[in-house]
């Protein structure tokens, strides 16, 4: 009987750390409300480099007031990059100009401005177990 129930015990660990846990997101700084916001959730620096994140968010701006917009979904527990666009003409892809500074916002996790790419260590946040809240302001160069 005792190892049952304690196989039960593990059994309802491992499903209760697998299950996905609620993000909220707020963005601050928002220039305007065109376009939408473009969320890359990142899992390793490999992922960063090569631009292929784990996953996407697409959120419109529609709900932005004063320059802020709160986002929320779900995600398993684990260690996790974000990375903001402000895709103000939902091209899907951050715009340059010709002397290739941002002509678009964006904004981190671990809110650190950065003038290049930072590592993925640098933004990385962990995921627990119940609601994680974070704020990311975003940057814009122009």
């Not at 010709?98 to 290049?116: A, D, H, Q, R, W």
Request: net charge positive; glycine share 10%.
């Amino acid at each position: 009987m005792g190892k049952i129930v304690l196989a039960f015990m593990f059994m309802w660990f491992l499903y209760d750390n697998m299950i996905s846990q609620q993000v909220e997101i707020t963005i601050t700084n928002i220039r305007n409300s065109k376009g939408v916001i473009r969320i890359g959730i990142f899992k390793d620096q490999e992922s960063f480099d090569k631009e292929t994140p784990y996953d996407g968010k697409i959120f419109p701006k529609k709900s932005v007031l004063n320059g802020k917009l709160v986002v929320k979904f779900d995600l398993p527990p684990g260690k996790y990059g974000f990375a903001v666009l402000d895709d103000e003409n939902e091209d899907g892809k951050m715009n340059y100009n010709l002397l290739g500074v941002p002509k678009e916002g964006y904004g981190f996790s671990g809110n650190t401005f950065f003038l290049s790419k930072p590592s993925f260590s640098e933004f990385a946040v962990n995921i627990r177990k119940g609601l994680n809240k974070f704020t990311i302001e975003m940057n814009y160069v122009f």
